[in-house]
């Protein structure tokens, strides 16, 4: 890359603050070598040649904003992500789920939705999805629009289709969609128990008590402090013995509220609140 793209860390302050003052998006505790690195990828992938001219360009033009959202806050994602996970929910965590007789699902950081969807299916199956109730928050609307349009590209289909058969998925599953053209839409009944909306894991406070929490490959982003805050969201939001999900690479490790929750698996980064 044209050195003229190299970012200092004055220059990566002033754009941080720039993104809260004008479009009140705080960054600042997000893990700064990830961002300068997706920033440097925003700016070549545009053109960009120094920060300045990408503030002036944020500044006149709201949409350069959206797509440098887009590249901020990693959209990777599908279905039945680390069918390990998703096995050890069906066996461990769904079980005592069926005790409940509502049950409130929050997916923190949904991204365009494959993970919701995913839950969805494995409620069905369990015979709970009736009485679940899914709330999915994004920071980013364009992420939740697609979300809530409950399709997503067929070209990810037979990734998706492997991860449900390994995630323990017995039944047919492109009984689950709708071949639209190039897309899937899932049926009615999987979309009708999820309620998107947004949600800004760094300044909102807790909506709702739950049953179960998933916030998954959405930490590893964020700076030792803003983990700690966000577990200690996460920990106020649980119902007493809520089920909290990790990612593969995050850790309870060195959180305040580590002894006040107990590991289902550290295998798949599944904890249960002790009280």
Same mark, same amino acid.
Do not use: W
């Given at each position: 890359?044209?050195?003229r793209?190299?970012?200092?860390a004055e220059e990566?302050?002033?754009?941080?603050e720039q993104?809260?003052?004008?479009?009140?998006?705080?960054?600042?505790?997000y893990a700064?070598?990830?961002?300068?690195?997706r920033t440097h990828?925003?700016m070549s992938?545009?053109?960009i040649?120094s920060?300045k001219e990408?503030?002036?360009l944020?500044?006149?033009?709201?949409a350069?904003?959206?797509?440098?959202?887009?590249?901020?806050t990693?959209n990777v994602t599908?279905?039945f992500r680390?069918?390990?996970?998703?096995?050890?929910?069906?066996?461990?965590?769904?079980?005592?789920?069926a005790?409940?007789?509502?049950?409130?699902?929050w997916h923190?950081g949904c991204?365009?939705?494959?993970?919701?969807?995913?839950m969805?299916?494995l409620?069905?199956?369990?015979?709970l999805?009736?009485?679940a109730r899914?709330?999915a928050?994004d920071?980013?609307?364009?992420?939740?629009?697609?979300?809530?349009?409950?399709?997503?590209?067929?070209t990810?289909?037979?990734?998706? &289709? $492997?991860? *449900?058969?390994q =995630?323990?998925? @017995?039944?047919?599953?492109?009984?689950?969609y &709708? $071949?639209? *053209?190039?897309h =899937?839409l899932? @049926?009615q009944e999987?979309?009708?128990?999820?309620i998107?909306?947004p949600?800004?894991?760094?300044t909102?406070?807790?909506f709702?008590?739950?049953?179960l929490?998933?916030?998954?490959?959405?930490?590893?982003?964020f700076?030792r402090y803003?983990?700690?805050?966000?577990?200690d969201?996460l920990y106020?939001?649980?119902?007493?013995?809520?089920f909290?999900?990790?990612?593969?690479k995050e850790?309870?490790l060195f959180?305040g509220?580590?002894?006040?929750?107990?590991t289902?698996?550290?295998?798949?980064?599944l904890?249960?609140?002790?009280?």
């Open positions: 890359m044209d050195n793209t190299e970012i200092t990566l302050a002033a754009l941080l993104l809260d003052r004008q479009y009140g998006y705080d960054f600042s505790q700064h070598p990830s961002l300068i690195r990828k925003f992938e545009n053109d040649l920060v990408l503030q002036l944020l500044m006149r033009e709201p350069v904003f959206q797509q440098l959202l887009d590249t901020l990693v599908e279905m680390d069918p390990s996970f998703f096995r050890a929910v069906r066996d461990k965590v769904l079980p005592a789920l005790d409940c007789p509502a049950i409130n699902i923190a991204s365009t939705g494959e993970e919701v969807f995913s969805s299916i409620l069905q199956e369990a015979g999805l009736q009485r899914l709330y928050t920071i980013n609307p364009i992420n939740l629009d697609k979300a809530r349009s409950g399709m997503i590209r067929l990810g289909m037979k990734t998706n &289709t $492997a991860n *449900y058969y =995630a323990g998925g @017995k039944e047919e599953f492109a009984d689950y &709708t $071949a639209m *053209y190039d =899937a899932f @049926k999987l979309r009708n128990r999820v998107f909306m949600h800004n894991l760094v909102d406070r807790s709702n008590e739950f049953q929490i998933f916030c998954r490959n959405v930490m590893i982003y700076d803003l983990q700690n805050k966000v577990v969201l106020a939001s649980l119902a007493p013995s809520g909290l999900a990790l990612g593969m850790t309870l959180s509220k580590r002894e006040k929750m107990e289902v698996s550290d295998q798949v980064k904890f249960r609140k002790k009280e």
